[in-house]
């Protein structure tokens, strides 16, 4: 099945040391979204930078508009609370 990456990222106005109870719930269930499709099989890795700067997600889809779609479902991205950005990915040198 095809690699893809996304790299996802706070929106301007959105600082995690701000954030709102409802916006906290948001992040909790992008977390559960990406750990649920990790035990599914799809999530190959999963990570943020420690300042927030940006994560990345690296997993499988059967297509471009496959991969489109689970970011697009991610509940962070689809509450606007950060920006997404798709890419096809090679994984080089996978772990053993």
Not at 42 to 69: P, R, W, Y
């Amino acid at each position: 099945m095809p690699t893809f990456i996304y790299r996802n990222q706070l929106v301007d106005n959105v600082q995690m040391e701000d954030i709102t109870p409802e916006q906290r719930a948001t992040f909790q269930a992008h977390l559960a979204y990406l750990m649920q499709a990790a035990r599914d099989g799809l999530v190959i890795f999963n990570g943020t930078c420690t300042n927030f700067a940006f994560g990345v997600v690296v997993f499988e889809a059967s297509s471009m508009e496959a991969a489109q779609t689970f970011m697009d479902n991610d509940p962070a991205i689809a509450a606007g609370l950060m920006m997404g950005e798709l890419h096809p990915f090679q994984v080089t040198f996978p772990s053993s």
